[in-house]
């Protein structure tokens, strides 16, 4: 069992800057891959950034140059700095956590809302 606890997001104008952060914590085995996704209503959940346990990052084209992704493994938390803020950023950002134990099994947040609007 993993527990994610997210942090962050609410309402920024455009060209503005917002943070997301999120914790996930285990009883037992490790997490590996964590990662950020977004979804709007009548859309699916698309990736926005992911991270390895050796950092090694992947984005979305949308976001290429703006978000960053970073992970602080020893406190199992992951963070996804974004800038330059765009209307169609707006959505339900979810944060995601590869668990391995006996077998993998990804787990997901809450989700936390981000609205780009003036």
């Known amino acids: 069992q993993v527990q994610l606890v997210e942090s962050g997001g609410g309402l920024v104008q455009p060209g503005g800057s917002l943070n997301l952060s999120c914790a996930a914590s285990?009883?037992?085995?490790?997490?590996?891959?964590m990662g950020w996704h977004r979804q709007v209503p009548g859309k699916q959940r698309e990736l926005v950034a992911t991270?390895?346990?050796?950092?090694?990052?992947a984005y979305a084209d949308s976001v290429k140059g703006r978000f960053s992704i970073s992970r602080d493994n020893a406190k199992n938390t992951v963070l996804l700095q974004m800038a330059s803020l765009k209307p169609e950023d707006t959505a339900v950002y979810y944060c995601s956590a590869l668990h391995i134990a006996a077998f993998k099994q990804t787990y997901w947040g809450q989700g936390t809302q981000v609205t780009v609007s003036s």
């Open positions: 285990t009883s037992r085995g490790r997490i590996a891959d």
């Open positions: 991270i390895t346990i050796d950092a090694i990052t």
